[in-house]
């Protein structure tokens, strides 16, 4: 169990680390006049935030997995715990990927001296 713990621990530390990536994209999204929502995920995915962009889905997330198992101290947790946090994760690299592959959003023009 400690192999799949320390596997979900770097899912999560990935996941935390492209997340400002994604909340930028979805910045650019909105100020284009796009991505008019008020939440990325709908309440039957799991989560109980609700907010338009990436970073808070990763925290609800991190907590739920620090508190299930006591950042490492515990291991009375079932496997089927960490599948329901592992099928949240899932949700949001799922959206990380659409968003890394948008082609919608133009890339920052770069200054030219």
């Given at each position: 169990?400690?192999?799949?713990v320390e596997a979900f621990r770097q899912n999560l530390?990935?996941?935390?680390?492209?997340?400002?990536?994604?909340?930028?994209?979805?910045?650019?999204?909105?100020?284009?006049?796009?991505?008019?929502?008020?939440?990325?995920?709908?309440?039957?995915?799991?989560?109980?935030?609700?907010?338009?962009?990436?970073?808070?889905?990763?925290?609800?997330?991190?907590?739920?997995?620090y508190d299930l198992t006591g950042n490492g101290t515990?291991?009375?947790?079932?496997?089927?715990?960490?599948?329901?946090?592992?099928?949240?994760l899932k949700h949001i690299f799922a959206v990380q990927?659409?968003?890394?592959?948008?082609?919608?959003?133009?890339?920052?023009?770069?200054?030219?001296?």
């Amino acid at each position: 169990m400690e192999q799949v713990v320390e596997a979900f621990r770097q899912n999560l530390k990935l996941a935390r680390e492209t997340a400002q990536q994604s909340d930028d994209i979805l910045q650019q999204l909105s100020e284009q006049g796009m991505g008019k929502f008020s939440a990325i995920f709908p309440t039957e995915a799991g989560f109980k935030t609700q907010a338009n962009r990436i970073m808070p889905y990763v925290e609800e997330v991190a907590e739920l997995f620090y508190d299930l198992t006591g950042n490492g101290t515990r291991n009375d947790f079932t496997g089927d715990d960490l599948a329901k946090l592992a099928s949240m994760l899932k949700h949001i690299f799922a959206v990380q990927q659409q968003l890394a592959a948008n082609t919608l959003v133009a890339p920052p023009q770069s200054e030219q001296h």
